[in-house]
Nanobody, 127 residues
Framework: QVQLVESGGGLVQAGGSLRLSCAAS????????LGWFRQAPGNARTFVAA????????NYADSVKGRFTISRDNAKNTVYLQMDSLKSEDTAVYSC????????????????????WGQGTQVTVSS
């Protein structure tokens, strides 16, 4: 199994940027598709971005397309979420997750698909 720890969250002004990191231990991340999800108070957990094992294929929620970029560095056993042009509605706890299943060109948008989760990191965007 794999353990995931997120970092990089914080407080940022609207229009600013943050880069989240998710470091893995216990297994090599190249064996997993990876995803980022977020959950705001009073709301359900929602999909943000996902990336295939190789990094060649990505999925994004419509709300973050053009603003967020998911990437991975398998040599560092880390997945990243670069967040630009942040909006107040991006405020949430962001969690990374690892998916044992092989989805080829379509890494999953469904949180139920993912097997391992980090504890999350808070992102707060002030307006």
């Amino acid at each position: 199994q794999v353990q995931l720890v997120e970092s990089g969250g914080g407080l940022v002004q609207a229009g600013g940027s943050l880069r989240l990191s998710c470091a893995a231990s216990g297994d090599t991340l190249k064996n997993y598709d990876l995803g980022w999800f977020r959950q705001a108070p009073g709301n359900a957990r929602t999909f943000v971005a996902a990336i295939s094992r190789s990094g060649d294929f990505r999925n994004y929620a419509d709300s973050v397309k053009g603003r967020f970029t998911i990437s991975r560095d398998n040599a560092k056993n880390t997945v990243y979420l670069q967040m630009d042009s942040l909006k107040s509605e991006d405020t949430a706890v962001y969690s990374c997750a690892a998916d044992r299943r092989y989805w080829e060109t379509n890494p999953s948008k469904n949180p139920g698909t993912y097997d391992y989760w980090g504890q999350g990191t808070q992102v707060t965007v002030s307006s």
